[in-house]
């Protein structure tokens, strides 16, 4: 069975720009979420996605925005990039409909840089 | 707040020794669930472990085995006989059941482990 997968697997962008990154869940799971892993700061939550709906989102501003489409896979948009947007981004996915009590099983990631 | 602190950073050890691996969190959830992922290189986490906060059950499976104290708020992770494809960056996380928190993982910063042939 196929896991997550993400793309692209690397991302280099200006300031200023706007990026789109992409995410397939395992097959059968609803539930797909975004995190970040910038250097210094560990792994910090984005978004959560379920059912095509935007549930629940970190501490991160509105330039950062997704949506899941109706096979469940999902995009990451970052608006007007800035130098500290430069990090590993990783989508998980779960059976479930994102309860506590999920599982999420993380793709490999797509390494944005910002130039 | 939620938090998970693991403590050592940066691990080395010489192929087949054992070691541990300390994660410390803070909930005010009765309800909660811990889990351990490990990332290589590669960057893909890998889910290893979960456990529920009522399971206090040990766990091995394996060269892995996995301690789990809610009187000390810990939940540590043993490798034994350790292996060069050990090495990795390994995280611990807390999911809780309050809303607006059920849906995300709290990580660690994670601890780097080296395993020396």
């Known amino acids: 069975e196929a896991g997550v997968t993400q793309s692209p697997t690397h991302l280099i962008k200006t300031r200023g720009q706007q990026v789109t990154l992409r995410c397939s869940p395992i097959?059968?799971?609803?539930?797909v979420y975004w995190y970040q892993q910038a250097l210094g700061l560990g792994l910090q939550f984005l978004l959560w996605?379920?059912?095509?709906?935007?549930?629940n989102r970190g501490n991160f501003p509105p330039r950062f925005s997704g949506r899941q489409f109706p096979n469940y896979s999902s995009e990451l948009n970052v608006n007007a990039l800035e130098l500290e947007d430069s990090a590993l981004y990783l989508c998980?996915?779960?059976?479930?409909?994102?309860?506590?009590?999920?599982?999420?099983?993380f793709g490999p990631g797509t390494r944005l840089t910002v130039l | 707040a939620q938090k998970v602190t693991q403590a050592q950073t940066e691990i080395s050890v010489v192929e087949k020794e054992d070691v541990t691996l300390d994660c410390v969190y803070e909930?005010?959830?009765?309800?909660?669930?811990l889990f351990w992922y490990k990332q290589p290189p590669s960057g893909e986490l890998v889910f290893l472990i979960r456990?529920?906060?009522?399971?206090?059950q040990n766990e091995i499976s394996g060269r892995y085995s996995w301690n789990f104290q809610k009187s000390t708020s810990s939940f540590n992770f043993t490798i034994t006989a350790s292996q060069v494809v050990d090495s990795a960056v390994y995280f611990c996380?807390?999911?809780?059941?309050?809303?607006?928190?059920?849906?995300?993982?709290?990580f660690g910063k994670g601890i780097t482990l080296s395993v020396r042939p």
């Open positions: 998980a996915s779960s059976l479930g409909s994102g309860g506590f009590t999920d599982t999420q099983y």
């Open positions: 097959s059968g799971h609803t539930s």
């Open positions: 996605y379920d059912e095509g709906e935007e549930r």
């Open positions: 909930t005010r959830d009765t309800t909660y669930y």
């Open positions: 456990r529920n906060s009522f399971d206090e």
């Open positions: 996380a807390l999911s809780e059941a309050r809303t607006g928190a059920n849906s995300k993982l709290t």
